[in-house]
């Protein structure tokens, strides 16, 4: 219940202090391509529930068509991590806001919602949980989070593997001290 208090309120102060920035954000997003400036695609949350997740569009309105060639190119050990270090699908902003983590803030309306935590494992797509093996599924034994113990010791640079092996830590040894540290 604390944790949920703390998302809640969190969020909300985030989102109210940080409404210029994200004025801006949406704004560049606007005038750099045309589109939506969110994207919400479904992801799984707590125990595989199905939600649909917000972000920041970072990439081309047709992104999602190019996704699973893209895809089929990459080894088997990324079988549950899709990123790709110049991804054609990105837009100029999109670049920005990606580095920058400012692709992520409408999650906090998640958060709000309750499909999601300020700390957690990341929320996988539906066709990634498709190739986890049996142990990797633990990952959704906890809400999902904005952010989490992976992203903030190796973010992108860590294979799929090792970022589980954070989320099942993280799971197991859960605090709200380790919550602050991330």
Known sequence: RIKRVIDVVGASLVLLVGAPIWLLTALAIKLDSPGPVLHHQTR????GQ???????RSMYVNADQMLE???????????????????????RVGGFIRRTSLDEIPQLLNV???????????PPLPSEFERYEDW???RLEMP???TGLWQVRGRSDIDFNEMVL???????NWSLRL????
Do not use: H, W
Not at 44 to 47: A, F, I, N, P, S
Not at 69 to 91: I, Q, V
Not at 166 to 172: A, G, N, P, T, V
């Open 166 to 172: 954070m989320d099942l830590y993280y799971i197991e």
């Open 136 to 138: 990797e599924k633990a």
């Open 112 to 122: 709000i919602r309750g499909d999601m935590s300020l700390i957690g494992p990341r």
């Open 179 to 182: 919550d602050i540290q991330i």
């Open 69 to 91: 060639r893209l895809r089929s190119a990459l080894p088997e050990d990324e079988r549950g991590k899709f990123k790709l270090r110049n991804d054609p699908r990105r837009t």
């Open 50 to 56: 199905p939600f649909d997740c917000f972000k920041f």
């Open 144 to 146: 999902p989070g904005v």
């Open 44 to 47: 799984l949350g707590y125990r």
